[in-house]
């Protein structure tokens, strides 16, 4: 059993940057792929992009490509994703998954992820 979960959410202005966290316990090393999602209100989810288990991959869908960056922190076991240039279209609950050994190639597939977190609310506005 792994616990995910996320941090780092918030209000933030247009243009603004923000980093969201995604914490997996207990140590996993370099077992889990983590991919993050996000859900605007009143839309389907959708993957936003994904880091192998051995941190070779990275994956973003390409609307977002340029934007948004995930890395990881093995030390702590922790998954980012840091997102600037933000719009108010980005407002919505991002959410990140576990998938054991998960190498991204098909990150945009939910029912590969074991483990989910409970996602967080970023909101951009003025």
């Known amino acids: 059993q792994v616990d995910v979960a996320e941090s780092g959410g918030g209000l933030v202005q247009p243009g603004g940057s923000l980093r969201l966290s995604c914490a997996l316990s207990?140590?996993?090393?370099?077992?889990?792929?983590v991919a993050w999602f996000r859900q605007a209100p009143g839309k389907e989810r959708e993957g936003v992009g994904c880091?192998?288990?051995?941190?070779?991959?990275?994956v973003y869908a390409d609307s977002l490509k340029g934007r948004f960056t995930i890395s990881r922190d093995n030390a702590l076991n922790t998954v980012y994703l840091q997102m600037k240039d933000l719009e108010p279209e980005d407002t919505a609950v991002y959410s990140c998954?576990?998938?054991?050994?998960?190498?991204?190639?098909?990150?945009?597939?939910?029912?590969?992820?074991?483990?989910w977190g409970r996602g967080t609310q970023v909101t951009v506005s003025a």
């Open positions: 880091i192998s288990h051995d941190d070779g991959i990275t």
């Open positions: 998954a576990a998938d054991e050994w998960g190498n991204c190639e098909t990150y945009t597939l939910e029912y590969e992820y074991d483990f």
């Open positions: 207990p140590v996993t090393r370099n077992y889990y792929g």
